[in-house]
Each structure stands twice: as structure tokens, then as C-alpha cells.
């Protein structure tokens, strides 16, 4: 084959071995953020240890944008802590502060009322129809800490029009190469 038969057949077998390596990179990367998630659902206590703050209904304490570490403890839940619900009928939680708690004295179960701190009015209307109090199975977690900002990343692809646009056409890119694929 000769000198340059060996060198194109070297050269091929460099990039073989780079994809490869990339490729093995990029899964250790996904398998490491996946176990480091999971490890912080265990730690938290929280089926969602980060959530981004998506309206200003908490300003000023709390901007759109904000990403909330939240955790959740067996702790009754108290007046004036931050919390973040699930409302059944809606695909998105909340993040607002805890107005009032109420305990039923035979049960000994907690009833919270919630209210952004930026509205005018409890949270009442964004519960399920007629639903006046949160239990606790509606709450995901407490607000512990926040990282200001850095959701926008997640804003911008959930709302700009533009970013939506690539998303599908890159959704329907893929659809079609894997149908040629399959073919």
C-alpha cells in the first residue's frame, strides 16, 4: 500500500479514536449531571431541588430568573417561609410565601395559605377549583437559597420565538435523519 496508503489509513484511525473519545466524554458528562441530580433529589428531600423563578409575583426578594434551591424536611410548615407547590391542573409550581397555616386538631394535618409577595391577593384563585388551602402534599419544597440570574438561560429558551423556532426545526432535522436513517 506504501507510505501514503499507511498515513490516510493512521489518519482515519485518529479520527476514529477522537469521536470515540468524544463521544465517551460527553456520556460521562450526561451520566455525572444525572447522579449528581439524583444524588441532591435524595439529599433535599425534594422531587426538584432547583427551580427557576418564572414571573415577578416574588419581587423584590426574588426576580425572574432566579433559580431556588429548595428542600424539603418533615418540619410543619410555618408562616412566612417561602415555598414552592404543585397545583393540581397546572404543569408548573409556584414559589410563594406561606401567609397562614391552620392545623385540624383531630388530625393533627396543616393547611397553608400562600400569597406572592408581589400580589395583591392570596394565592386562592390559582388553586384547584374549589380549593381554599394547600395541604402538604401540595408542597414541593422550602426556598434555602437562590442563585440570581442564571435562569434566564431557561426563560430565554421557554419564551424568545426565535429560540423556539430552532428547537422545533432542530426537533424536525432529527425526526427526518432518523426516518432517512431507518429507510
Known amino acids: 500500500m506504501g507510505w501514503f496508503g499507511d498515513t490516510v489509513d493512521s489518519a482515519k484511525s485518529c479520527r476514529m479514536r477522537l469521536a470515540l473519545s468524544k463521544a465517551v466524554n460527553l456520556g460521562l458528562i450526561i451520566t455525572s449531571v444525572?447522579?449528581?441530580?439524583?444524588?441532591?433529589?435524595?439529599?433535599?428531600?425534594?422531587?426538584?431541588?432547583?427551580v427557576v423563578?418564572?414571573?415577578?409575583?416574588?419581587?423584590?426578594?426574588?426576580?425572574r430568573g432566579d433559580i431556588l434551591f429548595i428542600h424539603m424536611s418533615k418540619d410543619?410548615?410555618?408562616?412566612?417561609?417561602?415555598v414552592v407547590f404543585n397545583v393540581e391542573g397546572r404543569d408548573i409550581?409556584?414559589?410563594?410565601?406561606?401567609?397562614?397555616?391552620?392545623?385540624?386538631?383531630?388530625?393533627?394535618e396543616g393547611y397553608v395559605l400562600t400569597k406572592g409577595d408581589n400580589n395583591l391577593q392570596d394565592d386562592r384563585q390559582l388553586y384547584a377549583s374549589g380549593q381554599d388551602w394547600l395541604q402538604r402534599h401540595h408542597v414541593?419544597?422550602?426556598?434555602?437559597?437562590?442563585?440570581?440570574?442564571?435562569?434566564?438561560?431557561?426563560?430565554?429558551?421557554?419564551?424568545?420565538?426565535?429560540?423556539?423556532?430552532?428547537?422545533?426545526?432542530?426537533?424536525?432535522?432529527?425526526?427526518s435523519m432518523t426516518r432517512d436513517w431507518a429507510l
Open 34 to 50: 444525572l447522579i449528581i441530580w439524583k444524588g441532591l433529589i435524595c439529599i433535599t428531600g425534594s422531587e426538584s431541588p432547583a
Open 53 to 63: 423563578v418564572l414571573s415577578g409575583s416574588m419581587e423584590p426578594g426574588f426576580k
Open 76 to 82: 410543619p410548615i410555618r408562616a412566612g417561609e417561602i
Open 93 to 108: 409550581p409556584i414559589v410563594h410565601r406561606v401567609i397562614e397555616v391552620h392545623e385540624q386538631q383531630n388530625t393533627g
Open 140 to 175: 414541593v419544597g422550602r426556598a434555602v437559597g437562590f442563585l440570581p440570574y442564571f435562569g434566564w438561560v431557561t426563560l430565554i429558551m421557554k419564551e424568545k420565538p426565535l429560540v423556539k423556532f430552532l428547537q422545533s426545526l432542530k426537533l424536525q432535522m432529527n425526526g
